[in-house]
């Protein structure tokens, strides 16, 4: 407990002046000729109050007094700031995305599906509750022969995996292929525009290169310049792994298709930015791989401890106000017997 005005406390010597003044108005009130026989008389309950009745009103007084002074409840409490970063994650979606070669809980599942659901627990958090990127402004793009924003850099995170729900691989052969360095260009387009010092990538590809108009290298320079760092992810198993083909009848079989991911392309992409390269050769890792990174890129968190004060004072006057009106009550009771 604190005190607003604490001087208005001086005023306390004028209680004891009350205490007397008042004792000797009942002194000069109950004034006799004779006394004699009085101690005879038997105690009640009002005789036993009459001489409290000063100290009544001395205390009520007091009361107020304090209550100048306006006493104050202390609640200490903490406000947390916390600032998150800009995520610009950017998938591959072409059609070699398909291969079977991960699995989600022990069944076999291609890479793009795997994808999906650990960039889920990444924005989520895992089922423990635990991690997520709630503070975070993210944006989807995705790519394959031409890269594609889906969503602008958000916070609505229910709104960002609805989309991401929706995802599917390129059906046209037409649309195919990799076009990493314009993916990286369109986050970077995406990133720059965002506040905030902290901006990050992350690039999940599982092939080389192979279309668009910007060579990936030249998109990590530009990536260094703007100080955004860029993790890259080469997603899927190494040799060979079935892929689901439909063929010009409209049959569907599946065929072996070799696994190749230009790592060396994705490895300068990351180091050259600051960030760092990973090979995710299974559910499980890519799951570590999305740990490791929310783990990296912690948002900035501030705690401010403060004292918050509720006024007390009323409480002083409620208690002063009862007194009050006891002893008003019960003396002008007590004068109308004596009378």
């Known amino acids: 407990m604190r005190l607003a005005f604490p001087y208005a406390l001086a005023l306390l010597p004028i ?9 000797r108005h009942v002194t000069a009130a109950f004034a006799m000729s004779s006394v004699w026989g009085l101690d005879q008389l038997p105690q009640t309950w009002a005789t036993r109050i009459v001489p409290i009745l000063p100290y009544l009103r001395a205390l009520a007084l007091a009361l107020c007094i304090i209550a ?46 795997v994808v999906k659901q650990t960039f889920r627990e990444f924005v989520t958090g895992d089922d423990g ?21 889906l969503t602008p850099l958000t916070r609505d995170h229910d709104a960002l995996l609805t989309l991401l729900d929706q ?22 387009d995406t990133l720059r ?59 569907t079989e599946l065929r072996q298709t070799r696994s190749y991911i ?37 948002a900035r968190t501030v705690s401010e401890n403060y004292q918050q004060y509720v006024e007390a004072f009323p409480v002083f006057v409620i208690v ?3 007194l009050l009106a006891f002893e008003t009550v019960f003396a002008a009771k007590h004068w109308r017997i004596m009378a």
């Not at 209680?15 to 004792?23: E, F, M, S």
């Not at 998938?91 to 398909?98: F, L, N, P």
């Not at 192979?210 to 860029?230: F, K, M, S």
């Open 68 to 113: 100048l002074a306006r006493p104050q409840w202390g609640v200490e409490a903490t406000r947390v700031y916390s600032e998150g970063i800009s995520i610009a994650m950017v998938v591959d979606i072409s059609s070699s995305m398909g291969a079977l070669d991960l699995q989600i809980d022990n069944e076999r599942a291609n890479r793009l599906d």
């Open 262 to 298: 230009d790592e060396d392309t994705l490895e300068d992409l990351a180091l050259r930015t600051g960030g760092a390269y990973f090979r995710a050769a299974d559910a499980g890792t890519l799951k570590d791989i999305y740990g490791r990174i929310d783990r990296m890129e912690t």
């Open 320 to 322: 002063a106000f009862l």
């Open 167 to 188: 995802v599917e691989i390129v059906p046209f052969p037409e649309e195919d292929g990799t076009a990493i360095g314009d993916a990286v260009a369109l986050g970077l």
């Open 193 to 251: 525009q965002a506040s905030g010092e902290s901006k990050v990538m992350i690039v999940l590809a599982d092939g080389s290169s192979n279309a668009g108009d910007i060579e990936p290298r030249e998109a990590a320079r530009v990536a260094e310049a703007l100080g955004i760092r860029i993790y890259a992810i080469g997603a899927g198993g190494r040799g060979m792994a079935e892929k689901l083909v439909q063929n010009s009848d409209g049959t």
């Open 15 to 23: 209680v004891p002046l009350a205490i007397w003044l008042a004792r």
């Open 129 to 149: 509750g635990e991690g997520g990127r709630a503070n975070d402004l993210i944006g989807l793009i995705t790519f394959a022969r031409y890269a594609d924003s």
